[in-house]
């Protein structure tokens, strides 16, 4: 699994092959799809916040890869220029899922989907603590201890 901050561009890369394995080039029909797995919502690339499926349309559901380099990278596709991650509508913590598609062709064998978590930047995790501790505002004087992690806590 990969972890990164919210803002940053993750760059994402797809290594296509056939039925014996073999790189699949020139290819022009491989995409991504993003699903967030805390509210089944998926990413809407119009205005980069996840929603329901049902009101994305086709063509703003997923994200064409396009061929690194037919001849030297033979079967690798990627996100031209990488997936921004300033989301607007994001959790503390959120985990989503990249899977990738092809369509309509079928004879592409796609790796699984890929799992990343996203975080807010520790400064903020710090003030969603602080505020769910002890309300909006200044906290001078607040009591209580404030866990900063750049990680889930372990909860044993």
């Not at 001078?140 to 201890?145: D, L, N, R």
């Amino acid at each position: 699994m990969t972890e990164i901050v919210l803002g940053d561009v993750e760059p994402i890369a797809v290594d296509v092959r056939d039925s014996k394995g073999l790189p699949l080039a020139g290819l022009t029909d491989i995409y991504i799809r993003i699903y967030r797995e805390s509210d089944n919502f998926f990413l809407d690339w119009s205005d980069n916040t996840f929603k329901s499926y049902i009101t994305i349309t086709p063509t703003n559901n997923r994200r064409l890869l396009t061929e690194v380099n037919s001849a030297g990278a033979p079967g690798i596709y990627e996100l031209a220029g990488g997936w921004d991650t300033s989301l607007t509508n994001l959790a503390t913590i959120e985990t989503v899922f990249v899977t990738a598609l092809q369509t309509p062709g079928t004879n592409a064998r796609l790796p699984n989907p890929a799992e990343i978590k996203i975080r807010l930047a520790v400064e903020k995790v710090i003030d969603a603590e602080l505020s769910s501790q002890h309300g909006a505002g200044s906290w001078e004087g607040a009591a209580g201890t404030v866990n900063v992690y750049e990680s889930e806590p372990d909860r044993r």
